[in-house]
Nanobody, 120 residues
Framework: VQLVESGGGLVQPGGSLRLSCTASGTGFSFDYMSWYHQPPGKLRRMVARITSNGKTNYADVVKGRFTISRDNAENTVWLQMNRLKPEDTGVYYC???????????????WGQGTQVTVSS
């Protein structure tokens, strides 16, 4: 299974970016898809998560600014980031986890990350 992120870049404070993550190599929809943020020199933390039926959860620091969405048929997840702040700078990672429907074994897949820099 491979997760590939795109959409990162340099944006001014107050601007917007839309990150995408597409999965390949799997024959089922993931139970959960999430976006994690790793600021420079800090730990990686979850910022948004979405279930296969569309239920979402956000970290307090991004509520009202970020929106996660997904397309189960395409195994794609997006993160719309609005009103970006300098502290949103860092690498954003896509994650997929859950239990394999064929054998109930847990899975946990990560993308390679995409850099977001918020600076004037």
């Amino acid at each position: 299974v491979q997760l590939v992120e795109s959409g990162g870049g340099l944006v001014q404070p107050g601007g917007s970016l839309r990150l995408s993550c597409t999965a390949s190599g799997t024959g089922f929809s993931f139970d959960y898809m999430s976006w994690y943020h790793q600021p420079p020199g800090k730990l990686r933390r979850m910022v948004a998560r979405i279930t296969s039926n569309g239920k979402t959860n956000y970290a307090d620091v991004v509520k009202g600014r970020f929106t996660i969405s997904r397309d189960n048929a395409e195994n794609t997840v997006w993160l719309q980031m609005n009103r970006l702040k300098p502290e949103d700078t860092g690498v954003y990672y896509c994650n997929a986890d859950g239990d394999n429907p064929s054998d109930a074994r847990p899975y946990d897949y990560w993308g390679q990350g995409t850099q977001v820099t918020v600076s004037s």
